[in-house]
Structure formats: structure tokens, C-alpha cells
């Protein structure tokens, strides 16, 4: 049969998924809010002389005029070049670390999930090992280990992060693993690899993308946070957590907010509307959903 | 004769607004109860039974329900759909009690049985704690729960399934109700366990006295019980009759296939006999008679709309056009 | 309620092995040993060799674990490179400002969370259930430094209602209406970005728990409405809010930490930065240890508490 039914039946759930989250107006607007950004914070930079590296000597800390269009930070650099450099990064970190935490966590969470017993045991120990450790405190650790730089803010953030994927997957396997077509292709000689791969994991999947938009959004989180500490991205690479360092100074902070409020107004905006985004595809796939 | 009504229902309608569409649950649906005896109201699932029940406690709309205007609910004369929430609170429990389908799901599971007997007890007689305390016991033993001194100090899940639809008809009869709803008493339970509820029921029933409406989809539970019977379809009310007359001569085309597809040890047939077809979706709205489509005897006729309730003698009472010719002769009479 | 506990307690044990060799790992990762602290300028290589003997440093990891674990049951950290002086005591002074911090923050999550979780379920579109997702869409979306900075430029350098950070005005006098006065903006802050898990969790248990037959009963039996709310839904739907609490701990501690910061709260949060930009690894380790156990502590503390609320679990 009935492949091409069972295609059909897959089809017409992802089209009726895209129906249902086009009607949530607030995922769409945050769809559409963050794809402009993302575009911008791309082609910006190629499109506008931007330069958010060189400090302007005699230009310190100026308030946005014709020339700077959204001031200059303590050392004269510009800070609306510094946004857009600074959201390649965030976002690019928030991304990567995401990824790293499902490319992590999903097979842990499969195999756990497909062959229970001592492996269960120890993949599942092991996510209460990792949820137990305020991994504020462990990434802080490990980025004075390894030196702070984006790379190991990605790396830190990733490897602290798995737990809600394996956790999901492994819910998520468990049920389906009793599914008649999973049986059907245990019956016919599947290997375990395949049925893992081919069959259980294509229908695990829409939480999921759920929880990968989630994990985004907690990531670009966490990296501005650790910025924020100076313990982040360096300078001079800009990032909006360290581009609101500066407001550490309580002169910044008062006198000078073209400084840091822009750079907390795009945070503010692209975590939530990551959030949004996550809160739409879950409505559409399934409101009973719980993540 | 007046006098013996204890709960009189009249063009009870109810209605849930929900996304899709209005569903009218409830549609004109009229009985009465005398004291003392027992009302078996028999439907499939989706029926409007249980949306009946709830609209006689008025418990109705806590879930996205709504009693329409004309509908009437009086118990000892008293009209109930006119009082405030917290008369009604005074009512429920206390004048009027109800036993559910689930006993797995009707406790609450975080409180001692102790503390759901007593808290009733407390909020509808005016005694204090130690002493419903002792009455709860006593409620214990009457509905045949072995050393209720120990089980009531402990949690609903570590009692049996029967054990707690034993507790929740304890809880239901602790403060003397005039009226007992049993909604599906004996559904969710093992065969064995359900003839045991249905005896504990008819034993407790001459004890307090009380008038029982019990819901079932099973013909076999109101045989054994009921003294008439209200057959529900589709929200609506299609055959009303004493228990008697309706296993003996059932007269609408719903009622017997009801009463066929009830299995029989007596008689060796190839197999059960079944309605055709399925409930209608109450979203659409039904044209004419609500079983028509899977009626046998269905004519153009039935295709206008819902027969009125016609009489044919002083307790039985039919919505099917079949009979409105021995409804104007029994009306000459 | 024993075999409970036991059997929580001996679910501990492997987690607890296991965080402590990460943690192990990790300080063996950082550079520095214990012995560099201990170096002065007159020493030969041979009496710095004589050192490693001594603490141990020269025989095989797993040794080295179990020893470097002996000393930390018996509260020895080694010593501070920042200051010279045991680390225990370095901690020590800034627990109770940490404690204080969080344990403040933590109750009023809760009581917020909690609150308004509830009135959002019950009357949904009321002013009560957008306050509640907006509170809970700030708590998910907004980093905790950001709105620092917007209190403290809005409260306590325009409105000069509250002071801009520090425990005390002045140290020596340890006037508690002046603490409080210090306290309550991190506190809330800090309460804010845990509450709106909390504010999501009790409201769609809550609205859950009302669908159940029980709460139908409940109404049934003639019970308030407020009865039937507060007594029988609320304790049922408090299950799920309770691991949610459990599992936000270790957010807790993260929040702490950037909170103190900014506000200069002289706790294990600030003291755990400072360290790191002195590169103090001892500190940084024992600040590490102290809080992952303190989690590990709290999170056997949650299980009771759920064991106390949910009798199914007890037996």
C-alpha cells in the first residue's frame, strides 16, 4: 500500500501543521519579525559600510547624530554596527549551541528510549546528573577552562543543554516504539538501526522542532548572560550581552542608554519572539503537547 | 397523586457552545420521579444522559453549558433553575446526591477517605466533626466495607475499584438525599463487582428511602431496578413507559431494537442483533425524528419533525408517528 | 514514607558520584595544583617534589579522587590564591547572603507563580490571566541583567526609592530594615525570572485538574465553590508545580549569580566572578562543589515535600 497513503497521510499533516500555526497571528508576526532580522544582520554588512572594530579616536560615548546612527560606545566604537555584528553572533550562537545540544541529545534519548534496560539506566542517570548541575555555575567553569571565545560559548552552552532533548526523545520513543508499523518493521527483519532511524524518529519528531525553538531562545539567552558577565564572547568581537556590559557603570547606564538599551531592546525581541514562534508550532502540531 | 412527585423535570433544554458549532445535548425532555421509586433513563453514550443529571444539579454550567429559558426543574414543587449558586450548594449533597461512572477517578486522591465522608457530612448537617466522623463509619459498614475504622483513615488508591464506588455511594447517602443520581453506577466495574453494587443499591434504596434516577446504557441494569423508564436519543426523549410495559411492549422502533440486542441465555440465536448505523452528530442540525436515518420503519412523514410525547395510556408515553392514531383513539377514551 | 526516602537516598548516591568526578575532572582540568599556593621562593625542586608527594599529587587519578573526595567530606577546599586563606572560609561569609538572595526570591516565585496561575485558570480573559502571561512572557523572555538594569534606572536613580545595589548602607550597623531595603529589588528580579514557569505550570494544571471527575464530585456533594478550588483542585494540580520547582533550582543558582553581580550582593554568585577574573581555581571549584550539592540537597528536600503532598508516592 500503502507507502504512498502513508505519504499522503504525512503530507496532510504537515500542510494542515502549516495552516494551523499561519492562523496563530503572533507566530507569524514573530516569524516574520525574525526573518527580516536575520536577513539584516546578514546582508547588512554588504550592503552599508559598517565597522564595529575601529574606535574613533575623539568620538567617545557619543550620543547618535548623523554619523553614528545610534551613538558611540566608551572607546568610539559604532554601536549600530556593533548591533548587527553583534546579532550574526547571538544568533549564530544560539543556533549552533541548539543544534549541538539535539545532535547531543536525540540519539541519547533514542537509544535509551529503544533499548531500555542497563543503557536506559545510564543515559537516563546521566540526564539526572546533568539537570541536577546549575549549569549556570558549570559553564562558568568550563569557559575559564577552555578560554572565553565564541566558539567555546557555543561549545559550553551545547554540551549543557542536551538533557531536554534526550528527556523529550526518550518520552517520545517510548510511545511510539509500540506503534503497529514500528512492530510491523521489527517483524520484517529491520535492523535496529534502521527501525531507530527510518521509522521511530521521522514520527518523534514534532516536539522535537518544538523544543529545538525553545532551546534556541534559552541559548541566545545564556550566551548574553555569560557576556554579560564579561565572561562571554570577548570584546572586541561584538555580541549584544557584552554590548550591555557596558551598562555595568552606573554613568553608562543613566547618562549614556543609546549604549546598551538598543542592544537589550533586539534581545528582548528575538528571545521572545523565538518563543512565540515555539509556542505556535506547538498549538499547530498539538496543543496537548507538553514541553 | 400530586403529592408523591418528588422531582418534576420539564422541557429541559441544554446546550454547549463549542468552536464548531452549538450542540443542543439536552433538546424538551419532561419526567418525573415519584418518592420512593427508581427512574432507569436508558440511551446509547452521547445520549444527553449525564448532561441531564448535571442540568437537575445545575452543575451545568462550570462546563461550558447552558440551560435555555422555559426549561423547568422542581423538586418538592421547588423551582431549582431560579435559585442562586449558593441555595443550589445547599441542595447538592444534601436533598440531591449523585454517584458517578468512575470510582477510580470520583475520589480525589490526595485527601483520606475520613476527610471526603466528613467534609460532606459537616457542610450539609449541622453536627461537628467527631460526631460525622462516627456517622461516617457507621456509612462505612452499612455499604459492607470490612474494618472501617482502618480504611477510613486511608487513601482511595489503596482501596479496589468496588471497595471505592462503595465509599462514594457511602458519601452520597451520608447525609439522607431525597434524590440519588446514579450516572453509569456500575460501568467502569468487573461483572462479579457489579451485581454486588446493584444489590448494595436496592437494599439501601428501602432503607433511606430515597428516589432513584439511574442512568445506564445497559437494559440489563434498569430490569433489575427500575420502576419506569425513559429511553434517550440524541437528546431527545423517545419512549417514557413503566418497567413492565416497556420489556413487554415496547413501542418505538428504538426501544426494541434496544431490548433485541440485549443478549439472552434463553434463547440460542446466531448472533446479537444490532441498530445499523451510528448516533447523529448534533452539530448538524437534525431534520424531523433525530432516528430516522437508522430507522427501520422511517416514512416521508418523519423527515417534518420531532414527534410530540403522545400519550397512549396514564404511563406511557411515545414521540413516533407510528402511534398517533392509537394515541387519538386512547385520548377519545 | 521510609522506603521512600531510601530509595530516593540510594538513587542519590550515583548522581552524586557522578557530579563529583565531573567535578574532579573539571579541576583537574583548570590550571594551577593545590601545591602552587603553598610554593615560596626559597624552596628546591626537591622540596617542591617532596610537596606533590605529600598531597598526594604523584599517584594515580582515581586515588587522587577518592582522597581529594575524603577531604572534601572532612570541609577542606585547599586555600585561595586570591586571598591565602581556606577556602571553606572564603565561601563561608558569602552563604548567607546567597541564602537569603535566593530563599527570598524562591518564596515569592512561588507565591506568585502560584497565585496567579490560579486566578488565570479560574477567570481566563480577566485582567488577572493577562497579567499572568505577561509576567510569565517577561519571566520566559527577558535576561534577568536587562531588567536589572531598567529597576535600577527607573527605582533607584530616577525615583531614588531603593538603593542601586550593596547588601548594606553601612556594613557595621546590620540595621535588617536596611538589608530588606537592599534586598528587595534583586530578590523580586530574581523571583520574576523564575515565576513564569511556575505562573505556566499552575495554570494549565490547574485548568487540567478542574476537567477531572473528582472536582465534578466534589461540586456534587455541595461543596463551595472556593472549597472545591482551593482544597480539592489546588492540592492536586500543586503535584506538577512541585517538580517544576524542584527541576527550576538549578536556574535558581544560575540567576543568583548575575543578579549579585549586578547588584554587587556580596554572595557566592559575585564571589564565583570575582574568582574567575582573579583565576582563584580553588575558589571556583569550591564554589562549584558547595553549589551543586546545596541543588543536590534541595532537590532531595523537593521529593519529600512531593512525597508529603502526594500519598500515591508515600505507599
Known amino acids: ?291 | 397523586m400530586k403529592d408523591n412527585v418528588l422531582l418534576q423535570v420539564s422541557h429541559l433544554r441544554t446546550q454547549f457552545e463549542t468552536k464548531e458549532g452549538i450542540i443542543p445535548a439536552v433538546d424538551d425532555i419532561s419526567f418525573t420521579v415519584e418518592r420512593g421509586q427508581v427512574l432507569g433513563i436508558v440511551g446509547e453514550s452521547g445520549s444527553g444522559k449525564s448532561v441531564t443529571s448535571m442540568s437537575i444539579l445545575k452543575l451545568i454550567e462550570k462546563y461550558n453549558g447552558r440551560i435555555l429559558a422555559g426549561s423547568s426543574v422542581k423538586l418538592e414543587g421547588r423551582e431549582l433553575l431560579g435559585l442562586s449558586e449558593a441555595e443550589m450548594c445547599n441542595i447538592r449533597g444534601r436533598e440531591i446526591a449523585m454517584i458517578f461512572q468512575d470510582p477510580m477517578t470520583s475520589l480525589n486522591p490526595v485527601f483520606t477517605i475520613e476527610r471526603q465522608m466528613v467534609e460532606t457530612i459537616v457542610r450539609h448537617k449541622k453536627i461537628g466533626r467527631k460526631a460525622a466522623r462516627s456517622a461516617a463509619v457507621e456509612w462505612l459498614a452499612k455499604v459492607g466495607i470490612p474494618e472501617p475504622e482502618k480504611r477510613i483513615r486511608e487513601y482511595p488508591h489503596q482501596l479496589s475499584g468496588g471497595m471505592r464506588q462503595r465509599v462514594i455511594i457511602a458519601i452520597a447517602l451520608s447525609c439522607d438525599p431525597k434524590l440519588l443520581i446514579a450516572d453509569e453506577p456500575t460501568t467502569a466495574l468487573d461483572v462479579t463487582i457489579q451485581a454486588q453494587i446493584l444489590d448494595l443499591l436496592r437494599k439501601l434504596k428501602d432503607e433511606v428511602n430515597a428516589a432513584i434516577i439511574l442512568i445506564t446504557h445497559d437494559m440489563g441494569v434498569v430490569a433489575d431496578m427500575a420502576d419506569h423508564i425513559l429511553v434517550m436519543y440524541a437528546g431527545r426523549a423517545l419512549e417514557y413507559g413503566t418497567k413492565q410495559q416497556i420489556f413487554k411492549n415496547p413501542r418505538h422502533p428504538y426501544t426494541k431494537g434496544l431490548l433485541a440486542s440485549i443478549p439472552r441465555m434463553d434463547r440460542m440465536e446466531e448472533r446479537l442483533f444490532s441498530i445499523e448505523g451510528n448516533v447523529p452528530n448534533l452539530l448538524k442540525p437534525v431534520e424531523g425524528c433525530v432516528f430516522r436515518e437508522r430507522c427501520g420503519y422511517a416514512r416521508e412523514e418523519c423527515g417534518g419533525c420531532q414527534p410530540e410525547l403522545l400519550s397512549l395510556s396514564d404511563e406511557s408515553r411515545v414521540s413516533c408517528l407510528l402511534y398517533e392514531k392509537e394515541a387519538k383513539e386512547s385520548a377519545h377514551e | ?315
Open chain 1, 1 to 291: 500500500m500503502d507507502r504512498k497513503r502513508k505519504e499522503n497521510v504525512r503530507n496532510s499533516f504537515w500542510r494542515n501543521t502549516v495552516q494551523k500555526f499561519m492562523k496563530h497571528r503572533v507566530a507569524m508576526f514573530s516569524l516574520v519579525f525574525l526573518t527580516v532580522e536575520i536577513l539584516a544582520v546578514v546582508l547588512l554588512p554588504l550592503l552599508m559600510d559598517l565597522d564595529p572594530y575601529t574606535t574613533n579616536v575623539g568620538c567617545f560615548s557619543m550620543a547618535p547624530d548623523d554619523r553614528f546612527l545610534l551613538g558611540t560606545d566608551d572607546v568610539g566604537r559604532d554601536v549600530f554596527s556593533r548591533l548587527v555584528y553583534g546579532g550574526r553572533v547571538s544568533i549564530l550562537v544560539g543556533f549552533v549551541s541548539a543544534l549541538l545540544s539535539a545532535v547531543i541529545g536525540i540519539p541519547l534519548g533514542l537509544l535509551a528510549g529503544y533499548y531500555g534496560g542497563i543503557i536506559r539506566m545510564t543515559i537516563m542517570r546521566l540526564v539526572d546528573i546533568f539537570m541536577s548541575f546549575p549549569a549556570m555555575i558549570i559553564q562558568l567553569v568550563l569557559v575559564t577552562v577552555l578560554g572565553a571565545s565564541a566558539t567555546s560559548v557555543m561549545l559550553v552552552i551545547g554540551l549543557l543543554g542536551w538533557t531536554g532533548f534526550a528527556r523529550l526523545t526518550y518520552s517520545k520513543v517510548i510511545s511510539v516504539k509500540e506503534q503497529e508499523y514500528v512492530e510491523a518493521a521489527r517483524a520484517s527483519g529491520a535492523t535496529n538501526f534502521r527501525q531507530m532511524f527510518q521509522y521511530i524518529l521521522p514520527n518523534s519528531l514534532a516536539p522535537l522542532f518544538v523544543q529545538f525553538s525553545f532551546s534556541v531562545a534559552s541559548a541566545i539567552l545564556q550566551e548574553s548572560g555569560l557576556s554579560f558577565l564579561g565572561l562571554g564572547v570577548p570584546v572586541p568581537t561584538a555580541s549584544w550581552g557584552n554590548m550591555i556590559y557596558s551598562a555595568q557603570s552606573l554613568s553608562t547606564l543613566v547618562y549614556r542608554p543609546w549604549m546598551w538599551v538598543p542592544a537589550g531592546m533586539i534581545l528582548v525581541a528575538t528571545v521572545l519572539s523565538i518563543n512565540f514562534i515555539g509556542d505556535g508550532l506547538r498549538d499547530a502540531l498539538d496543543p496537548k503537547m507538553k514541553i
Open chain 3, 1 to 315: 514514607m521510609k522506603k521512600f526516602l531510601l530509595k530516593r537516598i540510594l538513587i542519590m548516591i550515583p548522581v552524586f558520584f557522578g557530579m563529583t568526578i565531573l567535578i574532579f575532572v573539571l579541576s583537574n582540568l583548570t590550571p594551577g595544583s593545590p601545591v602552587d599556593a603553598m610554593i615560596t621562593a626559597d624552596m628546591t625542586p626537591a622540596d617542591i617534589e617532596a610537596l606533590y608527594v605529600r598531597m598526594g599529587l604523584d599517584q594515580p587519578l582515581h586515588i587522587q579522587y577518592l582522597k581529594w573526595l575524603g577531604r572534601l567530606f572532612q570541609g577542606s577546599l585547599g586555600y585561595s590564591f586570591r586571598t591565602g586563606t581556606a577556602v571553606t572560609g572564603v565561601i563561608g561569609e558569602r552563604v548567607g547572603p546567597t541564602l537569603l538572595l535566593t530563599g527570598t526570591a524562591l518564596v515569592l516565585a512561588i507565591a506568585a507563580g502560584v497565585l496567579l496561575g490560579v486566578v488565570a485558570a479560574c477567570k481566563p480573559y480577566s485582567i488577572w490571566d493577562y497579567m499572568a502571561s505577561g509576567l510569565s512572557f517577561i519571566g520566559a523572555g527577558v535576561p534577568t541583567f536587562f531588567l536589572a538594569l531598567v529597576f535600577i534606572y527607573c527605582f533607584a536613580v530616577k525615583l531614588q526609592w531603593l538603593p542601586t545595589g550593596g547588601m548594606y548602607a553601612n556594613a557595621s550597623t546590620k540595621d535588617w530594615m536596611d538589608v530588606a531595603k537592599h534586598l528587595l529589588m534583586p530578590a523580586v528580579l530574581l523571583g520574576i525570572s523564575m515565576t513564569g514557569g511556575y505562573i505556566r505550570q499552575t495554570r494549565s494544571s490547574m485548568l487540567e485538574v478542574m476537567g477531572e471527575e473528582y472536582v465534578k464530585m466534589a461540586r456534587a456533594k455541595g461543596m463551595r465553590e472556593k472549597v472545591v478550588l482551593y482544597s480539592h483542585a489546588l492540592r492536586n494540580a500543586m503535584l506538577p508545580v512541585a517538580t517544576q520547582i524542584g527541576m527550576s533550582v538549578p536556574f535558581l543558582v544560575g540567576g543568583a549569580v548575575v543578579t549579585e553581580q549586578v547588584f554587587g550582593w556580596p554572595g557566592m554568585g559575585s564571589l564565583m566572578v570575582l574568582s574567575i577574573t582573579y583565576r582563584d581555581y580553588p575558589v571556583i571549584m569550591g564554589v562549584t562543589v558547595y553549589t551543586t550539592c546545596a541543588v543536590m540537597v534541595v532537590n532531595l528536600l523537593m521529593d519529600i515535600i512531593y512525597a508529603l503532598l502526594d500519598p500515591r508516592v508515600r505507599n
